[in-house]
């Protein structure tokens, strides 16, 4: 997406980092080639299974995991690997409150579900 191009530009422009984007490949709707950006690595979600995945990211041995696409349990199994290992993982919400009966059901397992795979999550403003 757009802003998060954004974000890893100022994140390479403005810090020492090295980072590696697994991307769902794949059942996309509209193909998306992401730009190149210096010290940034992008690998397909096709590309690994589960194993393969935790591999890669323990490897790689993150400070930082953001997941955005946290409907994949590969994701969070990797980052929750990660983070026993001392990785601090960011669950990504871009989905704006609308107060529907799914939203309000999620705010009932989300102290539960949330805590077993997240440090903090990082959520969208208002419209």
Known sequence: MPYTVACIKELVLNYPVEISIV??????H????PPAIERVTYFHRSDFAQVK?????????????YVSGWMDMGYLRAARKC??????????I???WRGTFK???ATLIAPVFHKMYFDYLWV???D
């Open 94 to 96: 871009d989905t704006q």
């Open 23 to 28: 991307s769902w490949d794949s059942a996309k």
């Open 53 to 65: 995945l935790e591999e890669l990211a323990t490897n790689f041995r993150p400070d930082i995991i």
């Open 124 to 126: 969208c403003g208002p």
């Open 103 to 105: 939203q309000y059901f």
């Open 83 to 92: 983070r026993r290992l001392g990785a601090v993982v960011i669950g990504g």
């Open 30 to 33: 509209t193909p998306y080639q």
